[in-house]
């Protein structure tokens, strides 16, 4: 059963979050069950994988960045929610134990969304001999959405994919949590907050929502708690959660144990970004430490991988496997410093060591998927390679018309306007586009080199093309037929041509640290997902098993079982999930 309360103590409204096993909740009503995997029976359209290197959307998603950065305090709603209740909720199996799912990065491309949310709701998995009953928890650890948080991507590449794969809520009612990661925060969380906050029904197919703003506390089995954080994108924590959570730590114990989940796991990009735990590190030190608990694990998700790193205190965890594209791991660092050295956050707290215990996939795998970008960037990114091949007819046709001026005149001028602004825009280009991992992080020497020696590399392809297409009679024909060749035939095959540059430049950027992102968003891989679930007994150990899927599903058919809470559609090929390292005991 669950005890939802308010921070003093005092039983919340009727509309509490309902939890395993409570009975004074209406369960939803069974939704109809579609015949087909038409958009208009399922009620929500399945979305490929966003092409993170459209032109388009490279545009748009710099221009929300870059709005973030300068007006996300204008759009931090965090300080109005201090109008909303002040929910502590308590979550309880049962047994007196308690099954918890975390799964992050989940609304992308709707292939490997469903294969992860099916397995979540799948009554009971059998992974590498463990018997896994379906989890009475479930929390979401950020960006539940991709690119950005408009109402109907959040229907399309996250609801829809979730309510496909539990209808209705089984016997046990599985309560939900979401935590909000950047790409929430992109609207100033207004979607996040109709969807998982403020919604009228609670339900998000067969779970019910459960938290009453953008961050929570859950009080689980054996003094275990769970908090979810909101630092929107790292920048700070506002007063009333700052509020709220003073309320949790009067209820915390120097028995407690605490579970932290974060929208990104800073304690990594510390590293090229020093200052980026701070904000994790205060809110342990100044809300849990001083009530005598312990934070014995951080969760988080952001990087789109499995990694655990192990120390002396605590578990650090990123399982970023929801859905979205697969981040390398072989670029990880082996052993890290939380707080990091040299930081606010290290002269208020000591120093800890750190190593990196398991990573899925596997280091040698992660390189092998690098590879990949030599085939993967033009087939999977058309709308980028078209890009490339324009930028290289403009400078073709500039570089063209400053030879055939110098043939035709005894002027041997060198000079071009429409020349000079290409080659600036080509070499500044090139050079901001070699950029850390993570926002924020500081540019060093390597990045200007990378930059630039990559900027020069397709201003010699240019000059190629260019002495290329003056050896070809298309340049003498009449106008317009020189450009019509120039588009038809040259822009093309350049373009073609300068996306295998970019691939070339991206694998070898990456093995320097740089660009690893794109290195990986260019190729789009689906598969190598995974998601953590989390055994509470009560007497208090807390196992935690890292679920893996080497290869998503990609053919779905109409599940023919009528039953309400059954999956709608069913792979064709089953899935075969299992573990990404032994289970990780805590005490």
């Avoid at 009975?23 to 399922?42: G, I, K, N, W, Y």
């Avoid at 490997?112 to 979401?140: C, F, K, W």
């Avoid at 795998?365 to 999977?380: A, F, T, V």
């Avoid at 060749?485 to 540059?501: D, F, K, N, S, T």
Wanted: net charge neutral; proline share 10%; charged share 20%.
């Amino acid at each position: 059963m669950t005890d939802d309360r308010a921070p003093d103590g005092s039983p919340d409204q009727p509309d509490a979050a309902p939890g395993p096993g409570r009975p004074d909740v209406e369960a939803p009503r069974a939704a109809r069950r579609p015949r087909s995997t038409d958009p208009l029976e399922l009620g929500f359209t399945p979305r490929k994988p966003v092409p993170w290197l459209a032109p388009f959307l490279l545009i748009s998603t710099g221009i929300r960045t870059l709005l973030a950065m300068l007006f996300g305090a204008y759009l931090d709603k965090r300080e109005l929610q201090n109008a909303l209740d002040a929910r502590i909720s308590r979550q309880v199996g049962p047994d007196g134990g308690l099954w918890l799912d975390y799964v992050a990065d989940l609304g992308d491309g709707f292939n490997a969304t469903y294969s992860i949310a099916y397995l979540l709701a799948q009554p009971e998995l059998t992974v590498d001999g463990h018997r896994l009953p379906r989890a009475q928890t479930l929390v979401m650890g950020g960006d539940q959405v991709y690119p950005s948080a408009a109402y109907e991507a959040y229907e399309d590449r996250c609801k829809g994919p979730y309510q496909a794969a539990l209808p209705v809520a089984p016997p046990e009612r599985p309560t939900l949590f979401a935590v909000p990661g950047n790409h929430d925060w992109y609207d100033g969380l207004t979607a996040f907050l109709r969807l998982f906050v403020r919604s009228r029904d609670r339900n998000f197919g067969g779970w019910t929502t459960g938290q009453s703003r953008s961050y929570f506390a859950v009080q689980l089995p054996a003094d275990w708690w769970l908090i979810g954080l909101d630092d929107q994108s790292g920048s700070y924590l506002d007063d009333p959660q700052l509020s709220y959570f003073d309320e949790v730590a009067r209820k915390l114990t120097p028995q407690s144990r605490v579970i932290v989940a974060v929208p990104a796991p800073t304690w990594v990009k510390a590293a090229d970004h020093p200052t980026a735990y701070d904000s994790v590190d205060y809110f342990i030190r100044t809300i849990i430490t001083p009530t005598g608990a312990q934070v014995r694990l951080l969760l988080s998700g952001d990087l789109h991988h499995y990694a655990r790193y192990a120390g002396p205190e605590r578990q650090l965890i990123t399982c970023g496997g929801g859905g979205a594209y697969l981040y390398p791991t072989h670029e990880l660092p082996e052993r890290i410093e939380v707080p990091p050295r040299d930081t606010l956050a290290r002269r208020a707290s000591r120093t800890r060591p750190y190593d990196l215990a398991a990573c899925y996939p596997d280091r040698a795998r992660s390189r092998r998927y690098g590879w990949g970008i030599l085939g993967r960037l033009p087939l999977r990114n058309p709308g980028f390679a078209t890009l490339l091949g324009t930028l290289h007819t403009l400078l073709m046709l500039a570089m063209a018309g400053v030879v055939t001026n110098r043939a035709g005149t005894s002027e041997q001028r060198l000079f071009s306007v429409p020349l000079m602004i290409m080659l600036v825009v080509t070499l500044l280009g090139a050079a901001f586009f070699a950029k850390p991992p993570s926002a924020g992080g500081k540019r060093h020497a390597r990045h200007w080199i990378l930059g630039v020696s990559h900027g020069l590399a397709h201003l010699a392809l240019a000059a190629a093309g260019t002495w290329a297409w003056l050896k070809l009679p298309f340049y003498e024909w009449p106008w317009p037929l020189p450009a019509v060749a120039a588009a038809v035939l040259y822009g093309p095959v350049l373009g073609l041509v300068a996306a295998e540059l970019v691939a070339v430049y991206l694998l070898v950027a990456g093995s320097f640290g740089v660009n690893v992102n794109e290195l990986f968003a260019g190729q789009g891989i689906e598969d190598a997902k995974a998601f953590l679930r989390l055994r509470i007994d009560p007497d208090g150990t807390l196992t935690i098993y890292p679920v893996a899927v080497d290869r998503v599903s990609r053919d779905w058919q109409v599940n023919p079982d009528q039953t309400p809470h059954a999956p709608w559609l069913l792979p064709k090929t089953p899935l075969t999930p299992h573990l990404a390292e032994p289970p990780i005991t805590l005490t």
